[in-house]
C-alpha cells in the first residue's frame, strides 16, 4: 500500500512495484493543492487498485491497512508557505493522520512494515555541511515541526510496539511525474514547466547550495528500507550525486535544454524567513547499512525530467 500514491514518488514507486509484481493499492485523495495526479498511473491504471480517499478518514484507513505487507506511506501536505498560512491544516495531515495510521496499524495490522517519508527540512538552518542524521532538530516552519513529529511517531511505534517502520529524509527529489504548475512540491519544477513552454524563469537568490535526488534513486532507497530489517528504528537521509548553487543549477538546465533564459532575483521577504540556506546531505549511513547508492547523475536527470513534460506538460498544468 502507498499512501499519496498518486503523488510524485509514490507513483514512480507504484510503477516499479508493478514491474515487481506486487499486489499495489494506492491511496490518495487527489485533492487540486497536493500532488495526486491519474496520469501518473498512465500504463500501470489496471494493475493497481485505487482508493480514492484522506488520510485524514480512519475508517477508510482501517479498511486499507488491513491485509498490506507494506505500507510506504507518502501522504503529506508539503507546501513550506501553505504551512504557514495554515498551520491547522498541516497539523491535521502531517501529525495527526500519521499517528492514526500507527495506531490503526498497532490494532489491525502489527505486522506490516511501514517506511515513511520525511523531510531535510527537519533540521532548519544547517550548522554544519554535510548535513548527517545527529544533526540538531531545528525545523524553521511549521510544516517541518509536524513532518519532524511525524517522522518520530513511526520510530515510536517501532521501539515500543514493535511495528517496523523506518524514516527517509527525503532532499529535493526531481524526476517525471512530479508538480510542475506551482512550487508547493520543488520550485524546480516551476523552472522546468516554463523552460518547456519557452519562457524565462526566476532564480532568488542564487548562491544557495542544495543537492538533488532522482526519483527512481529514492525509489530504490524505499524498496531497500522496506525489504531490510536492519532499517527499523532507523532514520536515513537520502542525498544525490553532489551539491550546486541554485545558478550553477539553471546554467545546468539551460544548456541540457539546449536553450532558455532564466533571472536572478532577490529572495522575497515572506520565504526568506523561512528558507534553511545552504543543505547538502551526509548519506553515508544509508549507503553503508543498506548499499543504497545514487546512480543518475544530475545531468541526466535534469534530461530525463525535461524529455518526459516535454511530452506530458498538458497533463500537469
Known amino acids: 500500500m502507498i499512501t499519496g500514491g498518486l503523488g510524485f ?3 514512480n514507486l507504484a510503477h516499479r512495484l508493478v514491474t515487481m509484481g506486487a499486489a499495489v493499492t494506492l491511496a490518495d485523495n487527489l485533492m487540486p493543492q497536493y500532488g495526486g495526479n491519474l496520469h501518473n498511473i498512465e500504463g500501470i491504471s489496471d494493475r493497481v487498485d485505487v482508493s480514492v480517499s484522506d488520510i485524514r478518514d480512519t475508517d477508510a484507513l482501517t479498511t486499507l491497512v488491513r491485509g498490506q505487507d507494506y505500507i510506504f506511506n507518502l501522504a503529506g501536505q508539503s507546501s513550506h508557505m501553505d504551512s504557514m498560512r495554515d498551520p491547522f491544516t498541516d497539523l491535521e495531515i502531517n501529525c495527526h493522520a500519521q499517528l492514526s495510521l500507527l495506531e490503526i496499524c498497532r490494532e489491525h495490522n502489527p505486522e506490516a512494515t511501514i517506511v515513511f517519508a520525511s523531510t531535510r527540512q527537519i533540521y532548519g538552518k544547517p550548522e554544519r555541511l554535510p548535513v548527517n542524521e545527529n544533526h540538531l532538530l531545528r525545523p524553521v516552519d511549521v510544516n517541518g515541526v509536524n513532518k519532524m513529529a511525524g517522522e518520530w511517531y513511526h520510530i515510536l511505534y517501532n521501539n515500543v510496539y514493535g511495528i517496523r517502520g523506518c524514516a527517509l529524509r527525503l532532499t529535493n527529489t ?41 526519483v527512481d534513486d529514492a525509489v530504490d532507497a524505499f524498496l531497500l528500507a522496506a525489504a531490510n530489517d536492519e532499517a527499523n528504528g532507523k532514520v536515513f537521509n537520502i542525498g544525490g550525486e553532489r551539491p550546486v548553487t541554485l545558478r550553477e543549477l539553471a546554467e545546468l538546465l539551460v544548456d541540457v ?17 523561512i528558507d534553511i540556506g545552504d543543505y547538502y546531505a551526509d548519506d553515508n549511513k544509508i549507503r553503508k547499512a543498506l548499499k543504497w547508492t545514487s546512480r543518475v547523475s544530475l545531468r541526466e536527470a535534469l534530461q530525463r525530467t525535461l524529455a518526459y513534460y516535454r511530452k506530458h506538460l498538458a497533463h500537469y498544468l
Open 257 to 273: 535544454n539546449n536553450g532558455g533564459e532564466y533571472e536572478v532575483k532577490t529572495f522575497p521577504a515572506d520565504r526568506k524567513r
Open 174 to 214: 526531481i524526476g517525471p511525474r512530479m508538480r510542475v504548475k506551482d512550487a508547493r512540491q520543488t520550485f524546480l519544477g516551476v523552472w522546468i514547466r516554463l523552460l518547456v513552454e519557452g519562457k524565462p524563469f526566476e532564480v532568488w537568490g542564487g548562491e544557495q547550495v542544495r543537492d538533488f535526488t532522482y
Open 9 to 11: 514518488i509514490g507513483s
